[in-house]
């Protein structure tokens, strides 16, 4: 563990089947108006939406209504949920829903009352707000993202050609976040698994980066143990409760800042997914998905130590009689296996890559010079097309 | 993991060896007036009193001394402080050392405006304060506790005859913690390796409850392997950073509420450790270690599936062709080396039990109706016994 850094997570997390009750006492914290936002409607089918309007009702609050918050939101609507804050006075943005939900939620309280162009301010030049900003609570129904308890916000601008992300401070975290596993069960099978792929992406963003020992990692890999059992049951049985439950709040801690303490991180994997995203509108844990497997076996000589300690420690690769090589190959082949045993897309041509629009691709993915190696565009249009 | 929880933990960590640089500007968060509370002098050698004096006086504070705090914090000690808090009116109290003194620092903050007897309000009714509290700041000179981090205060209280814990909730937390891993490396050795398994502990007594597969668990064991194997690099050589970085991080995440999230506790080593605490005024981490092999070889067969996944996991025992009980054993073994390796007292008797006080160490044994296993005031002798 090296270098210095500052760890503060105030969001209070309530979890488990009875969080909801809490929802009302929060909702006491802040003033009249609230905003809710959410997806297409489906908490309207599963009954979140009501149990949400009738806390909301409990503690007085004048609702303004924002659905259609769509799967990448984009700039267009940030904007359009800008004008109803401004307009209605909203003193709090609660977002039911999974990342997409609460990532716009945070995207509008920090936009509403910024006085330059949003966009170009914090997804392009990455800056801190400086206006005034908006309280967003949250209500969770899809786990990968961990965007219930950090400051995390990826929003994509179809007009400029970009999904890009942007790491708000504590003052955008939410301020509270209501987490039933059930809330997710409701999740078609295509989505849950590939936020669970998110969720271990997320992971070994953060893992395949460094070289000092760091206690980060030791949880990281615990985090990583703990999803890959729980995902394999949850992919055969997904009302299994307490396989949801541990799903969900690995989720969270996967990405609350923790996991990034006293080391660097990757986050390359991300950049492609975002581009795929961007250029097929495809669900973004599949597009990781896709990616990953030529990705990590592209890098995998450049930080070899960590592969075979992911192969050992997380897959239980025994190293005995067999060169670091084979190790991490073999752990990437386990890799490769879970993913296969809990369904997520391998082939980005699934998702709607082609040979015309791969160069598109490309140019839209951001290039990082961080984790163990930093691609030049020849090897992003090698790694598109071997996941292809 | 199963049940309701909420996680807060609003605590602002500042982590690494210019950590300090962070002072002044929390100072700003406060009123003028600072009590500065410290233990025995050592941080007047160590050039972190000057450092913490010159930081307050960058921040324009008027400092109250409150030196003396002992490394059994007592309830009369207490009471002193809260006398200096109204006496001054003070705005912050800054507790510079280790759990002794931020444990007595968040004491006098929850007692200092009480009108209730506050020991018996406290560490026997263990109720909520309902006066106002005075805000806690922390700058961490020795790790275990994780008091930096926690509500937590355990006092002694002499003339009742008791070594007490109260967990206070996220409002006597400390809003900001230094934590520069250098300031640890003057603590002599066996004050040092008492604060490695007063770690272990807090760990093994969160891990060994509960049956039910929970995420928290699998992070429990990655922060034990990152202790186990960091702390056998400090015991030998005191001055390695990283080593000790790693184990300050360990320690403060072992127990900050994390780990009991979705599951029960035991904690009834730490009970016992108090008793002996209370009794021998000896090192707390040591107390502990002298009880633990004994009270895990007692409970062992009531919990016996997590004994075998603690060898396995944890130490890496191979449970091919061996009996659980014959797995756990040898897991039990593994500790035990360990404990030789780091060098921590393995025999209560050289901590100053003895057949003549032993029935009074039982009796300031608070038995507690958790872990695996309730255990009798007879069981209780005869764990003490073993231990001598």
Redesign the interface.
């Known amino acids: ?19 909801m009750g ?1 929802l009302t006492g929060e909702l006491k914290n802040y003033g009249t108006t609230v905003m809710l936002s959410y997806g297409g409607g489906s908490i309207k089918r599963n009954g979140i939406y009501e149990a949400v309007t009738a806390a909301l009702k409990e503690a007085g609050k004048t609702v303004v209504e924002d659905g259609g918050v769509m799967p990448n939101p984009t700039y267009e609507k940030v904007m359009h949920g800008c004008q109803l804050v401004r307009d209605n006075k909203v003193d709090l943005i609660l977002a039911v829903g999974g990342g997409s939900t609460i990532d716009y939620a945070k995207a509008v309280s920090a936009s509403a009352y910024c006085t330059e162009d949003a966009w170009q301010k914090y997804w392009v030049r990455q800056e801190k707000p400086e206006c005034p900003t908006v309280a967003v609570g949250a209500v969770l129904t899809m786990v990968g993202t961990g965007s219930e308890m950090n400051g995390g916000s990826v929003i994509t601008n179809r007009k400029e050609g970009f999904k890009r992300g942007k790491v708000f401070g504590t003052a955008l975290f939410p301020k509270f976040a209501i987490l039933n596993p059930r809330f997710t069960m409701t999740v078609p099978q295509y989505q849950m698994v590939a936020g669970f792929f998110d969720i271990m992406s997320h992971l070994m963003e953060q893992y395949f980066a460094g070289t ?5 990692d ?6 990583m ?2 999803l890959i ?2 995902s394999r049951i949850a992919a055969k049985d997904p009302q299994n409760y ?2 949801r ?2 799903i969900m ?2 989720a969270t ?1 996967a990405l609350n800042t923790l996991l990034k ?2 080391k660097g991180g990757d986050w390359e994997v991300h950049q492609i997914g975002h581009a795929i995203g961007l250029v097929t509108d495809a669900t973004h844990g599949m597009t990781l998905a896709s990616v990953s497997l030529p990705y990590y076996r592209h890098v995998m000589h450049d930080g070899l130590h960590q592969f075979v300690r992911f192969a050992v420690n997380v897959w239980g690769v025994r190293p005995e009689g067999k060169s670091d090589e084979q190790v991490a190959m073999e752990g990437l082949a386990c890799l490769e296996s879970w993913m296969k045993e809990i369904g997520v897309v391998l082939h980005s041509k699934e998702l709607g890559v082609t040979e015309e629009n791969l160069e598109q691709v490309a140019d839209a993915v951001l290039i990082l010079p961080v984790g163990y190696r930093t691609l030049t565009r020849d090897e992003v249009v090698q790694i598109l097309r071997e996941s292809m």
């Open positions: 563990m090296n270098g210095n850094f500052t760890f503060h997570n105030p969001t209070r997390l309530h979890f488990g089947e009875d969080a809490h000092a020992d760091c206690t980060t030791y949880i990281n890999e615990g985090l143990r703990s059992h729980a307490e396989a439950a541990n709040w690995t801690w303490c006293g």
